[in-house]
Antibody
Framework: EVQVVQSGGGLVQPGGSLRLSCAASGFTVWDNYMSWVRQAPMGGLEWVSVIYSGGSTYYADSVRGRFTISRDNFNNTVYLHMNDLRADDTAVYFC????????????WGQGTTVTVSS | QSALTQPRSVSGSPGQSVTISCTGTSGDIGAYNFVSWYQQHPGKAPKVVIYDVSKRPSGVPDRFSGSKSANTASLTISGLQAEDEGDYYCCSYAGSFSGVFGTGTKVTVL
């Protein structure tokens, strides 16, 4: 079955760090664009970051310099490393596959909650 | 990058058609044919219903259709059904290797 399963997340204090994981099965992450998308409580979707099949990485202005996307080809997993977390980073984070390289996401993870609070 | 603009809500009776607009700029929707639409039910991950402006993934009913004119994309749901109720988001490539989502529209089946 083609799917991604997420792990990580939780409660962290402002200024803290967290790592989210996105383990893929049924396809290989290095052959696809993989993105992270987040959704604030009672809010809309926000694109966060992407790693291209060639390895290039890109970020939304709101997280650039604080978040890092990476992948482990051996474990077929994509990560989102989040540093210097702020209250407005509180959201459900989704991992998503962009199969057609057109910022259209056909496979989504179940979502993982990140809460930044003291 | 500012969010694309969608109406807050639309509604229709079963069997009717509803259209959701998604307005961007000449730097996103107007510049690329990379518009996608997502359906989201409460507590669930989004599901793609349209990609590349008007393409429908396998398994998505043909009552879902997409189009684009200038800086505005549209999603039309024909023959509205109860299970179509939910939140809908548009998304576009925005240049500079980034994406942008719309503000979201709540579809209510009366």
């Amino acid at each position: 079955e083609v799917q991604v399963v997420q792990s990580g997340g939780g409660l962290v204090q402002p200024g803290g760090s967290l790592r989210l994981s996105c383990a893929a099965s049924g396809f290989t992450v290095w052959d696809n664009y993989m993105s992270w998308v987040r959704q604030a409580p009672m809010g809309g979707l926000e694109w966060v970051s992407v790693i291209y099949s060639g390895g290039s990485t890109y970020y939304a202005d709101s997280v650039r310099g604080r978040f890092t996307i990476s992948r482990d080809n051996f474990n077929n997993t994509v990560y989102l490393h989040m540093n210097d977390l702020r209250a407005d980073d509180t959201a459900v984070y989704f991992c998503a596959r962009d199969r057609s390289a057109s910022y259209a996401f056909d496979i989504w993870g179940q979502g993982t909650t990140v809460t930044v609070s003291s | 990058q500012s969010a694309l603009t969608q109406p807050r809500s639309v509604s229709g009776s079963p069997g009717q058609s509803v259209t959701i607009s998604c307005t961007g700029t000449s730097g996103d929707i107007g510049a690329y044919n990379f518009v996608s639409w997502y359906q989201q039910h409460p507590g669930k991950a989004p599901k793609v219903v349209i990609y590349d402006v008007s393409k429908r993934p396998s398994g998505v009913p043909d009552r879902f259709s997409g189009s684009k004119s200038a800086n505005t994309a549209s999603l039309t749901i024909s023959g509205l059904q109860a299970e179509d109720e939910g939140d809908y988001y548009c998304c576009s490539y925005a240049g500079s290797f980034s994406g942008v989502f719309g503000t979201g529209t709540k579809v209510t089946v009366l």
